[in-house]
């Protein structure tokens, strides 16, 4: 039976360019583009270990409908002619770990907003669709954060609602180069924005909220660097497997929001296969229903663990740091990522 749009009209089979198709959430994007829709995929990045098994069984239903080409956007004169062979172009590259942005700020509005710049630019002048991968981020800080301690207006939800089209971006001092990440970001979509409004481009931008599932994130010194800082979830994991206790920076106070990578999958396909509903829109992608403050995010991971492992729950199983001491200097972080 042919596929069809939300709105009853039948869809052609793209062939679509997605740089960063070797992520977390490129490798599952691929498998579902390639297990249940007709369309072809140009999968650019510099590693392709998440979609091997996407790759090479050569009698696969999927044979021929997806091809890696690995390159770095920061310097492939390849990257043009790719985007000119696809009918749409999704855009994931970014570094976008959280230990990162102090330590590495650079490197983190290169990648954010330099590198990203040729793929707005090709796109547009190609007259070819984007779809371009932002974070929840961009809103930084709520309005309720900045209310006085003993103000009841702390008490209304208005105050610390991210709505894509009204909420505004509010960040930390200069100083602070946590923010470098959000900031990038943020000005790459006003970039997009101001293509589609100038040039014509037709564009989307989704807003991730903490999407979480398997090939996220990895375990210091078992399959990433000794060194490493990961996510949230891959550090608690750590600290678990390990008998640590789990680091709760400032006390665990922020308030984050999580979905499933399968679910929000769902969503990216819908505005892939509806690009008259989704052009010239921002969406956040997030459950409202899942959100917890980081502290009893531990608190239900030290649960599922201890059930899991048959093992006792420690006798200190948390601890607060500072996020000086975690991060570095120069940290800074979201009140909230969540939809309410």
Known sequence: MARVDLD????????ICMIGAGGFIGSHLCEKLMSETPHTVLALDVYNDKIKHLLEPSDSPWAGR???????????SRLEGLIKMADLTINL???CTPADYNTRPLDTIY???IDALPVVKYCSENNKRLIHFSTCEVYGKTIGAFLPKDSPLRKDPAYYVLKEDESPCIFGSIEKQRWSYACAKQLIER????????????FTIVRPFNWIGPRMDFIPGIDGPSEGVPRVLACFSN????????KLVDGGQSQRTFVYIKDAIEAVLLMIENPARANGHI???GNPNNEVTVRQLAEIMIKVYSKVSGEQTPETPTVDVSSKEFYGEGYDDSDRESLT
């Open 283 to 285: 969406f956040n992608v």
């Open 239 to 246: 600290n678990l497997l390990r008998g640590e206790p789990l």
């Open 8 to 15: 009853g009209n039948p869809m052609k089979a793209l062939t």
């Open 111 to 113: 990648s954010n907003f």
């Open 66 to 76: 997806i091809t890696f080409h690995r390159l770095n956007i920061k310097h492939d």
């Open 93 to 95: 590259a970014a570094i």
């Open 191 to 202: 970039l997009i924005y101001a293509e589609g409004a100038e040039n014509g481009l037709e």
